[in-house]
């Protein structure tokens, strides 16, 4: 298993450009998620979906598209690029059965907005 | 909404000595907690977590951690200090009804020779 994978590693984008961040995983998880992490704030959750077809906003949801149209996949969009969106991308997935299973993370994609 | 506070962004520690990073959440009802280590440039992993059940928790690398209801905290620990523990350690906490996690900060380790 290749668990989480993320693409790209790193991205440097203008003002303004749009880009998508990609995530798979590959043990059939039905909950994925997307954090930004920023110096002294941890992870903060911008979108998760708990199946294909079905999304929801998390803390910091503004300037962020998602969508889940298999289970393998949830590709993070932003649609005009600003510098506070400079910051580290991770993407997380787990099952929903049981009374508790792990969060898996990716590598996570580095991010800078100028 | 639960938060999480780590008290601390940064502790620097001798090798050999003992590790602690503390961890305090706010709910009234105790959540799922977790801590989770991040080496430089890489993604998180687990380190330890607390469902139910014994409140100490004895995750991988030596770590663990107590889970203590009255204090509502879940300071991790680690007898002797490691110069590969050096890393930023996030204490996450989940509501037992949902899936979301809520992080704490992050404390940076760094061990001194």
């Known amino acids: 298993n290749a668990g989480v994978t993320q693409t790209p590693k790193f991205q440097v984008l203008k003002t303004g450009q749009s880009m998508t961040l990609q995530c798979a995983q590959d043990?059939?998880?039905?909950?994925m998620s997307w954090y930004r992490q920023d110096p002294g704030m941890g992870l903060r959750l911008i979108h998760y979906?708990?199946?294909?077809?079905?999304?929801d906003q998390g803390e910091v949801p503004n300037g962020y598209n998602v969508s889940r149209s298999t289970t393998e996949d949830f590709p993070l969009r932003l649609l005009s690029a600003a510098p506070s969106q400079t910051s580290v991308y991770f993407c997380?997935?787990?099952?929903?059965?049981?009374?508790?299973?792990?969060?898996?993370f990716g590598p996570g994609t580095r991010l800078t907005v100028l | 909404a639960q938060s999480v506070t780590q008290l601390g962004s940064h502790v620097s520690v001798s090798e050999g000595a003992l590790v602690l990073l503390r961890c305090n959440y706010s709910?009234?009802?105790?959540?799922?907690l977790f801590w989770y280590v991040q080496y430089p440039n890489q993604g998180l992993q687990l380190l330890l977590k607390?469902?139910?059940?014994?409140?100490l928790v004895k995750g991988i690398n030596g770590f663990e951690a107590e889970f203590k209801k009255s204090e509502t905290s879940f300071h991790l620990t680690k007898p002797s200090a490691h110069m590969s523990d050096a890393a930023e350690y996030f204490c996450?906490?989940?509501?037992?009804?949902?899936?979301?996690?809520?992080f704490g900060g992050g404390t940076r380790l760094m061990v001194k020779p």
């Open positions: 709910s009234s009802v105790p959540p799922y």
């Open positions: 979906s708990v199946g294909a077809g079905i999304t």
């Open positions: 997380a997935s787990t099952r929903l059965a049981g009374s508790y299973n792990e969060q898996f």
């Open positions: 043990m059939n998880h039905e909950y």
């Open positions: 996450a906490v989940r509501e037992r009804a949902g899936n979301m996690l809520t």
């Open positions: 607390y469902t139910t059940g014994a409140t």
